[in-house]
């Protein structure tokens, strides 16, 4: 579950759009750009020297492959545990061995037949819910909002938020294996709606009211927490776990894809959904996702349940 590492990365810019958004002129945003390229360059350059597996390359201790911690692991029952994987010789030679035996992959159109065209449906539905229940509203175009309201700093709720979403994520890390994703999930979802109704809500009128302005900027931190909670750490964990193994891939692969369009038909969508002279909807935008999360999730968490 690495969903901490991208939300570590977006606290790093905000903390650095919100320094800069003091300075005048072209550097104001001059500067972000070029520091958000130091990191991709550098990985970049240094990937070309990762080996392809350490396994592939030196031998390996006995403590690595040491099924201690599985074995002691919840998921794992005593009876159930899988036997120590030590043989005679170096463990590393046995382990180099076994990846280099072929596996069978499946073929792609596998994916559309039988019980595995719902572990399909439900690892693309999960990519798909993750876009369009909100997140690209918040995470893409939350500054810009939060600044059109006049309420606070942007740069600062944006910094706040991330710390936020942040903590929740690391939680949610430590409880899932013992409270299981779909509770979990039906939390995050929970909060997810709740939060875009009272901010349709509160942006019904016309000339919204300061009160009303400070709690749809409240609203959109609500909203970040319940997507931290569900759908922001989940969602590609789901998405790993629920195909077959020969087909996984196949299915992860395409759903990313799905990911990817559904992604940006979001991203491109949401400015012609809250600016004049188009829909000038505002903080009435969430009456949209509010309409879409009330659909999405419990038709996703009835087809996982099933699986």
């Known amino acids: 579950m690495d969903s901490s ?15 800069t958004s003091t300075f005048n002129g072209n550097a104001s945003w001059r500067l972000p750009f070029g520091l958000f390229y130091i990191i991709p360059s550098t990985l970049l350059i240094l990937l070309w020297f990762v080996p392809e597996s350490v396994l592939m390359h030196r031998s390996v201790s006995p403590m690595v492959l040491d099924p201690g911690p ?15 994987f030590r043989r005679r010789g170096n463990p590393g030679r046995v382990a180099r061995a076994s990846m280099s035996i072929t596996v069978d992959r499946g073929r792609f159109v596998e994916v559309f037949k039988g019980v595995n065209l719902g572990r399909t449906l439900i690892t693309v539905g999960t990519n798909v819910f993750l876009q369009i229940t909100g997140q690209n509203f918040v995470s893409n175009y939350g500054t810009i909002f939060i600044e059109s309201l006049r309420t606070i700093n942007a740069f600062t709720v944006t ?21 299981g994703r779909k509770p979990l999930l039906i939390v995050g979802a929970i909060i997810q709606t709740g939060a875009l109704f009272a901010m349709g809500g509160l942006g019904i009128s016309a000339a919204p009211s300061l009160a009303a ?11 970040g927490a319940g997507y931290s909670i569900g759908w922001a750490p989940l969602a590609h964990v789901i998405a790993a776990e629920i195909p077959s193994v020969r087909l996984r891939d196949f299915t992860y692969g395409l759903a990313s894809l799905v990911n990817i369009v559904i992604q ?22 969430g009456f949209i996702f509010w309409l879409v999360c009330g659909l999405c999730d419990p038709v996703f968490l009835v087809g996982y349940s099933g699986v």
């Open 5 to 19: 590492v991208p939300q570590l990365g977006q606290l790093f810019a905000s903390l650095i759009c919100r320094r």
């Open 70 to 84: 599985l074995r002691r692991s919840p998921a794992f029952p005593s009876e159930a545990s899988p036997r120590p």
């Open 159 to 179: 910094v706040i938020n991330s710390v936020a979403n942040i903590v929740v994520v690391l939680a949610v890390m430590l409880m899932a294996d013992k409270v």
């Open 213 to 223: 302005r400070k709690g749809i900027t409240a609203m959109v931190s609500v909203f």
């Open 264 to 285: 940006f038909a979001v991203s491109f969508s949401i400015p012609y959904l809250l600016d004049a002279p188009y829909a000038d909807l505002q903080s009435k935008v």
